[in-house]
């Protein structure tokens, strides 16, 4: 028996092998739950041969700027799973390169509103598909992937940033509004990892080194970790656990701004008892 034996999971955002929603839909399917994604169409051939060692995993082309593509995923959903959903990941972002590098200041009002759109409101949306399959499910929990660029300025984050913000707020809001639901709603922020995503972002290569040279746990955040820890708030052992942002992130956050690397970086795991 898995610890999500029994679940019905609906993961976004699978674009390649190297996606965290990937190494979330596995320590889920590994854990028993049944799993569902989402990705955009054009990726979808590839995902479905990803999804195959899912067990077999429906595959649903949504672009979560359309309420259409919304409404039909979730249909497929409801068919799939008799009509119940009991986790919903969010791990969609996306923002144009010239609203991330450089000068904040100068980011346009399509940049701000696309970013916005994609990366924060379609979380929003999605809930709402998912309520009433949770609902019938008695209950469920919705995680939202973020990063600290959310509340400390990350030169070359910039846009992605404010729409992390907006993201973790619509989080703590939607957790307000379906907690007497039985539906929990967190955040779940990751340390860097080199996705397809995160390796267009200035600076990520310092960040990526960073992680391995200054945080306590001395190595690098994977897909995998961040899935396990998705598991923790699925299971219904953290149903008190409603409306925060997890750092997922090998202690980085903790450390005050200009730390230095942690004394025994570079030391074979052997000599850190
Ligand atoms: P990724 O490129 O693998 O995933 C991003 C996903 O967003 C892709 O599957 C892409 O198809 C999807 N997407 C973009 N526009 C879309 C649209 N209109 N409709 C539907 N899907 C759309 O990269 P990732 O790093 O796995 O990112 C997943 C999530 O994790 C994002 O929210 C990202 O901000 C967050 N995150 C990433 C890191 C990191 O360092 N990689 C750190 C913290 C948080």
Not at 87 to 97: F, P, T
Request: aromatic content about 4%.
């Amino acid at each position: 028996m898995g610890l999500l034996t029994g679940k019905r999971a609906l993961v976004s955002g699978v674009a390649n092998s190297k996606s965290i929603a990937l190494g979330i839909a596995q320590a889920f399917h590994e854990q028993g739950a049944r799993v569902a994604l989402t990705c955009i169409q054009s990726t979808q051939r590839r995902v479905a041969k990803l999804a195959a060692d899912l067990g077999p995993a429906l595959v649903i082309a949504c672009d979560v700027t359309k309420d259409d593509d919304i409404a039909r995923a979730f249909a497929e959903v409801g068919e799939a799973f008799d009509g119940k959903l009991d986790v919903l990941v969010h791990s969609i972002a996306y923002a144009r390169l010239e609203d991330m590098n450089g000068e904040f200041l100068n980011v346009t009002r399509e940049g701000w509103n696309l970013a916005l759109d994609v990366s924060a409101y379609s979380l929003v949306a999605m809930a709402r598909g998912a309520r009433p399959l949770m609902k019938a499910a008695g209950g469920g929990s919705i995680m939202a992937l973020t990063y600290m660029g959310s509340d400390r300025v990350t030169p070359g984050y910039n846009i992605m940033g404010v729409a992390k913000a907006a993201l973790e707020c619509a989080v703590r809001y939607l957790a307000y509004d379906l907690g007497p639901d039985g539906i929990r709603v967190n955040a779940l922020s990751s340390g860097p990892i080199p996705t397809v995503s995160a390796m267009v972002v200035e600076g990520v290569e310092e960040a990526l080194k960073t992680t391995v040279t200054h945080s306590p746990m001395l190595r690098p955040i994977t897909p995998r970790d961040v899935g396990n820890a998705a598991v923790l708030y699925a299971v219904d052992l953290s149903r008190a656990m409603t409306g925060a942002t997890v750092y997922i992130d090998g202690g980085m956050r903790m450390l005050a701004a200009g730390a230095r690397p942690h004394p025994r970086a570079g030391k074979p795991a052997a000599e850190r008892p």
